[in-house]
């Protein structure tokens, strides 16, 4: 099973920061199996961005992936009040697992 | 635009059958190429996939799990079902579905739609 080791495990910025995650791999990843998704209490679970760098349907350009491997990252230029929530890191291998998640707080 | 609702219990006794039902909303249920999925996310941690089902009733599930669980789907109802046996305290989490598309030959996979989740605890 592939582990997904995510940092930091919480972000405390300000809106219009802009925010870098980070997601290890415990062995390499394609990248294309690899996903980010956003959580809000109490809401489903939203796809942000598949394939490592591919924005899903209906998300804004503020959001970014990029990275190979075993190193992945999710960028957040311009933190709106919306985007303060836990992220997840996914991957599939032979199996789908997930990273811990980062959680992005209000400073 | 497809939803998933999850239902079913929020409270069960340890050693006891954990069910619930994801209700699909909204089309696609019956055209195929999708892997309807339950995850689940024990607190403090990060998602957990529990396993999958496909429209022909095919099913995979997470190996430290299989021992104990179930997915089933009705197609004709649009809904698809968890059943978790022997329950304990461990168990207790929020439990999503969520529509899975995977397309091997195309290396991708992602998990989307997700249900809002639904709690479940294990307690006497």
């Known amino acids: 099973e592939i582990v997904l080791t995510q940092s930091p495990d919480i972000l405390s910025l300000s809106p219009g920061q802009s925010a870098t995650l980070s997601c290890r791999a415990s062995?390499?990843?394609?990248?294309?199996?690899l996903n980010w998704y956003q959580h809000k209490p109490g809401q489903a679970p939203r796809l942000l961005i598949y394939?490592?760098?591919n924005r899903a349907t209906g998300i804004p350009d503020s959001f970014s992936g990029s990275g190979s491997g075993t190193d992945f990252t999710l960028t957040i230029s311009r933190l709106e009040p919306a985007d303060f929530a836990v992220y997840y890191c996914?991957?599939?291998?032979?199996?789908?697992?997930f990273g811990q998640g980062t959680k992005v707080v209000i400073k | 635009q497809v939803q998933l609702q999850e239902s079913g219990p929020g409270l069960v006794k340890p050693s006891h059958t954990l069910s619930l039902t994801c209700t699909v909303s909204?089309?696609?249920?019956?055209?195929?190429?999708?892997?309807w999925t339950w995850i689940r996310q024990r607190p403090g941690r990060g998602p957990e996939w529990i396993g999958y089902?496909?429209?022909?009733?095919?099913?995979y599930y997470n190996p430290s799990l299989q021992s104990r669980v179930a997915i089933t789907i009705d197609t004709t109802a649009n809904h698809f079902s968890l059943k978790l046996s022997s329950v304990t305290a461990a168990d207790t989490a929020v439990y999503f579905c969520?529509?899975?598309?995977?397309?091997?030959?195309?290396?991708?996979?992602?998990?989307?739609?997700w249900g809002q989740g639904t709690l479940v605890t294990v307690s006497s």
């Open positions: 394939g490592a760098s």
């Open positions: 089902i496909y429209n022909n009733g095919s099913t």
């Open positions: 969520a529509r899975w598309v995977l397309v091997v030959p195309a290396a991708i996979s992602w998990f989307d739609p």
């Open positions: 996914q991957q599939y291998g032979n199996s789908p697992t």
């Open positions: 909204g089309g696609s249920f019956n055209s195929g190429g999708y892997y």
């Open positions: 062995q390499s990843v394609t990248s294309t199996y």
